[in-house]
């Protein structure tokens, strides 16, 4: 049972514009949210998150918003960079678990 | 600043082998976690450590084995391996005081079992 979804294996935007990743979750309990970005042979890094008192997070060129009632969260980047091409993984806890799930990713290709 | 260390990098092994991949952080976090990376499939959890001398089940556990040694270091051992463990896996650590916190990446470990 997929807790965290990401419905889109892939996705491609041209430089400049926005990219729009999704990620849904089943789980009601979750309540912080996660983001992380990979590039080939290397380990994921953290790029963003938000907490479920809030809706809306910014950092940069990078906007995570969280739709709880859908159990819907997106990853906005504008505008999108090659460098912003790599996999993109969605992830999410529950206050005490100390479990994070992860998405199955969306690889974005940036096209210059 | 090291981070999060994994050894080894790449390892082939041949059915019914056995071998521990370890992994080491220095950051002085609490909690730290084994993950599998299988394409399709995300990064699935396979145990975690919330803290030195505790360890549970992940969503994919069965065929693993871990060992929290001591704060810094949290080892995953596979006694038999089987071609259904050929993966990815990435250790990570985390500080977990009570408030939301991000989880810190190894570089990997990429097994082959034959």
């Known amino acids: 049972d997929q807790q965290v979804k990401q419905n889109s294996p892939s996705l491609s935007v041209q430089e400049g514009r926005i990219s729009i990743l999704n990620c849904d979750y089943t789980?009601?309990?979750?309540?912080?949210f996660l983001w992380y970005k990979k590039y080939p042979a290397e380990g994921p890094t953290f790029l963003i998150s938000i907490s479920s008192i809030k809706d809306k997070n910014e950092d940069g060129r990078f906007t995570v918003f969280l739709n709880k009632s859908a159990k819907h969260l997106s990853l906005h980047i504008v505008p999108s960079q090659p460098g912003d091409s790599a996999v993109y993984f969605c992830a999410a806890s529950a206050v005490g678990t100390y479990k994070y799930i992860f998405g199955t990713g969306t690889r974005l290709k940036v096209l210059a | 600043n090291a981070g999060v260390t994994q050894t080894p990098k790449f390892q082939v092994l041949k059915t019914g082998q056995s071998m521990t991949l370890q992994c080491a952080q220095d950051m002085n976090h609490n909690s730290m976690y084994w993950y599998r990376q299988d394409p399709g499939m995300g990064l699935r959890l396979i145990y975690y450590?919330?803290?030195?001398?505790?360890?549970d089940k992940g969503e994919v556990p069965n065929g693993y084995n871990v060992s929290r040694l001591n704060k810094r270091e949290f080892s995953l051992r596979l006694e038999s391996a089987a071609p259904s463990q050929t993966s990815v896996y990435f250790c990570a650590s985390s500080e977990i005081s009570g408030v939301n916190e991000k989880l810190f990446f190894g570089s990997g470990t990429q097994l082959s079992v034959l």
């Open positions: 450590s919330a803290s030195e001398g505790t360890t």
């Open positions: 789980n009601s309990m979750f309540d912080y």
